[in-house]
């Protein structure tokens, strides 16, 4: 009888070990998902005052979109990694197991409270921010609309700079992106600009519009949006538009020269702000823009581009490699 319960604790303690040890990959997949997520709030002020950025203007984008796509990757698969354990014994068969589940109309069964709840925040995440992403694009599309109807309403179209003029005699230049985008500039741009800064002007909206830098930027807002109380969604929303005019500023210095250029950024300044649904010369950080322009681009290091696409990899690889492992088992 002694004998018997021993090997009755013995049975227990072996299953406890095997349950213990069959969840340990899906605690390592919860944690190599929520990794860029936990990392993003010491990345981000770190990015945004680096100073690699401001010369290397493209590969700070791409680091900044891997940094908030694996974010947000990582915390729908982390749910949906502790939603899916119960299911089978060896990751991912779990995740693979919950689809077909799924699919097949048997719904959450064999899920628990908490993994139903997991389940329930992956999918509400994934809600929030869709909502979001749509609401900020229809908003920045009805402000483009806007801005469009008033400037055909006030401007006249000059073929001469295939751009539309307004009467103001306060220097304003600026784009409206869109399905049909429009360069503005006024009487006062025209009065104050001679013709080498002004084709630099033309350059840097051009740049804009046919770089969609408009939709580059609207993730970064819609992040913003959902997510106000995260400090990096807040460095990003600032860091991210900054990048952008660098990117304009230097396809028009590389077509019409970097003095030409700082000279309008100086002229434009006084400015106020820029409405809505628009992209004005003299955005955000124009007298560092200025400062950069008459300095020259300092000599780019050979490894810091590749480094930042490289680091931007790795933070996508492990969200991505946990959300596609069921698909790349091929379970039947």
Same mark, same amino acid.
């Given at each position: 009888?002694?004998?018997?319960?021993y $090997?009755?604790? $013995?049975?227990?303690?072996?299953?406890?070990?095997r349950?213990g040890?069959?969840?340990? &990959?899906?605690?390592? *997949?919860?944690?190599?998902?929520?990794?860029?997520?936990?990392?993003?709030?010491?990345?981000?002020? =770190?990015?945004?005052?680096?100073g690699?950025?401001?010369?290397?203007?493209?590969?700070?984008?791409?680091?900044?979109q891997?940094?908030?796509?694996? #974010?947000?990757?990582?915390?729908?698969?982390?749910?949906l990694?502790v939603?899916?354990a119960?299911?089978?014994?060896?990751? !991912?068969?779990?995740?693979?197991?919950?689809?077909? @589940?799924?699919?097949?109309?048997?719904?959450?069964?064999?899920?628990?409270?908490?993994?139903?709840?997991?389940?329930?925040?992956?999918?509400?995440?994934?809600c929030?921010?869709?909502?979001?992403?749509?609401?900020?694009?229809?908003?920045?599309?009805?402000? @483009?609309? +806007?801005?469009?109807?008033?400037?055909?309403l006030?401007?006249?179209?000059?073929?001469e700079? $295939?751009a539309?003029?307004?009467?103001?005699?306060? &220097?304003?230049?600026y784009?409206?992106p869109? #399905?049909? &985008?429009?360069?503005?500039?006024? +009487?006062g741009?025209?009065?104050?600009?001679?013709?080498?800064?002004l084709?630099?002007?033309?350059?840097h909206e051009?740049?804009?519009?046919?770089?969609?830098?408009d939709l580059?930027?609207? !993730?970064?807002?819609?992040?913003?949006?959902?997510?106000?109380?995260?400090?990096? *969604?807040?460095?990003?929303?600032?860091a991210?538009p900054?990048?952008?005019?660098?990117l304009?500023? $230097?396809?028009?210095?590389?077509?019409?020269?970097?003095?030409?250029?700082? @000279?309008?950024?100086?002229?434009?300044?006084?400015?106020?702000?820029?409405?809505?649904?628009?992209?004005?010369?003299?955005? !955000?950080a124009?007298?560092?823009r %200025?400062?950069?322009?008459?300095?020259?681009?300092?000599s +780019? #290091?050979?490894? %810091?581009? &590749?480094?930042?696409?490289? =680091?931007?990899?790795?933070?996508?690889?492990?969200?991505?490699?946990?959300?596609?492992?069921?698909?790349?088992?091929?379970i039947?």
């Amino acid at each position: 009888m002694a004998r018997h319960a021993y $090997d009755l604790d $013995d049975g227990r303690k072996g299953c406890t070990v095997r349950s213990g040890l069959a969840m340990m &990959p899906w605690l390592i *997949a919860a944690g190599v998902c929520l990794l860029p997520l936990l990392l993003g709030g010491r990345i981000a002020p =770190v990015l945004a005052r680096a100073g690699w950025t401001r010369q290397h203007p493209r590969a700070a984008l791409a680091l900044w979109q891997a940094a908030g796509l694996a #974010s947000g990757l990582g915390a729908v698969g982390a749910g949906l990694a502790v939603a899916a354990a119960p299911l089978a014994a060896a990751f !991912p068969h779990g995740m693979h197991a919950l689809g077909r @589940q799924l699919l097949a109309g048997r719904g959450v069964a064999g899920l628990g409270p908490t993994h139903i709840a997991a389940l329930l925040c992956s999918v509400g995440l994934v809600c929030w921010l869709l909502a979001n992403t749509v609401g900020t694009l229809l908003k920045t599309a009805a402000d @483009q609309r +806007r801005q469009r109807l008033l400037v055909d309403l006030v401007a006249d179209h000059s073929s001469e700079h $295939d751009a539309y003029v307004l009467p103001s005699r306060e &220097p304003v230049a600026y784009c409206v992106p869109g #399905s049909e &985008p429009r360069i503005v500039l006024s +009487r006062g741009t025209l009065d104050v600009l001679d013709h080498g800064q002004l084709q630099a002007v033309l350059a840097h909206e051009r740049a804009h519009l046919h770089g969609r830098h408009d939709l580059l930027l609207l !993730p970064f807002i819609a992040l913003a949006h959902a997510f106000p109380w995260l400090p990096a *969604a807040r460095h990003a929303r600032d860091a991210v538009p900054v990048l952008l005019e660098l990117l304009a500023d $230097d396809q028009a210095r590389r077509a019409h020269g970097s003095l030409e250029l700082a @000279q309008a950024i100086v002229h434009m300044s006084a400015r106020p702000e820029s409405a809505p649904g628009t992209m004005a010369l003299a955005g !955000p950080a124009a007298a560092e823009r %200025v400062e950069r322009l008459l300095t020259g681009v300092r000599s +780019r #290091s050979r490894w %810091v581009s &590749p480094a930042a696409y490289l =680091v931007g990899g790795l933070l996508l690889s492990g969200p991505i490699a946990i959300l596609l492992a069921p698909v790349w088992c091929g379970i039947p």
